[in-house]
């Protein structure tokens, strides 16, 4: 009767084992495949085919707990998708949304006709400007005064004699590629001053928000710690409304509200320890080796 017992015993453990090690193997096989990846179904009027660069601008409706209404370039991983697309067919499609990228896929042309909210123009930066914008002069901005995420006064003259890397954005940004690649920019090059030997500790990292009537200090301070932020090296700064726009006017940064959103363009800038503007990148993406390379220089200019 006990061996009975341990026999039947033991059968269940084997049972239960056997019955859970697959769905541990599927849930790690799950995560694995980006479950974690959003995805929403979207209707849009097709703006323009840029095929050689596997993307499409698409002027899209609302998207449901998502984003408003708005024209904005979208990526697909093959372009077999734009199979027999032109320029202002109606369709549908899928977009999903991971950690660091987002992509379309499922596209469909509409028969039936589709009427899109307003047109709001994302402009990106222009394939002809120029990668990088030297000045030997000193950058206007320098003499602003900004509150940062701990509700803290700052001047950006306060910090002559830093390397700083300057770059705008706002929290509520949804596409990866966009504001929050620029934040992750910040982040790995902070990542990466850090570990280098010998490293100047003369440098500091300034992200503006565009949109300082929602992105108060207590919002930025929420949202840095998203990034892992170090506020020895790493300031979130809003600021009086008119004051922003003229910062980032004079730094090639163009932007306007539409549907609840912001569209507007790229710039990270790059300003010595003397306070002259070095590097201005107009374009988004994975910048952050480059920003690690130009702050080493500007930190070891000296004051002139």
């Not at 056997?18 to 096989?29: F, G, K, V």
């Not at 408003?68 to 372009?79: G, I, N, Q």
């Not at 123009?121 to 602003?144: C, D, G, I, K, Q």
């Not at 890397?165 to 590629?177: A, K, L, Q, V, Y």
């Amino acid at each position: 009767m006990k061996r009975a017992l341990l026999l039947l015993m033991g059968l269940f453990w084997w049972v239960l084992i056997s019955w859970r090690a697959p769905r541990l193997q599927l849930a790690a096989l799950s995560s694995a495949s980006g479950t974690n990846v959003q995805k929403f179904q979207v209707t849009g009027v097709v703006k323009e085919l840029k095929l050689e660069q596997k993307a499409v601008v698409i002027r899209h409706e609302a998207i449901s707990n998502y984003m408003p209404a708005m024209t904005m370039t979208f990526k697909v991983k093959a372009t077999n998708q734009f199979a027999d697309l032109q320029v202002a067919d109606a369709i549908s499609f899928r977009l999903l949304v991971a950690r660091d990228e987002s992509w379309i896929d499922h596209v469909t042309k509409l028969t039936n006709g589709l009427t899109v909210a307003r047109e709001a123009e994302f402009r990106p930066a222009r394939s002809n400007e120029s990668n990088s914008v030297v000045s030997s002069s000193v950058h206007p901005l320098m003499n602003y005064q900004f509150t940062n995420e701990l509700g803290q006064p700052v001047t950006l003259a306060g910090f002559r004699g830093q390397a700083l890397g300057i770059t705008f954005f706002f929290t509520r940004c949804p596409i990866p590629e966009y504001c929050p690649r620029l934040s992750r920019n910040f982040e790995e090059a902070s990542q990466k001053l850090a570990t280098i030997p010998n490293a100047p500790s003369n440098w500091h990292f300034l992200s503006v928000s565009i949109d300082p009537q929602v992105d108060t200090p207590s919002v930025l301070q929420a949202y840095a710690r998203r990034y892992h932020y170090d506020p020895k090296h790493w300031s979130f700064l809003t600021g009086p409304v008119d004051k922003v726009r003229e910062l980032a006017r004079q730094s090639g940064v163009t932007y306007e509200a539409e549907n609840g959103l912001l569209n507007h363009n790229f710039r990270t800038l790059i300003i010595d320890a003397s306070g002259n503007l070095q590097m201005s990148f107009p374009i988004g993406g994975n910048l952050s080796d480059s920003i690690v390379t130009e702050i080493l220089k500007a930190a070891a200019v000296t004051n002139r």
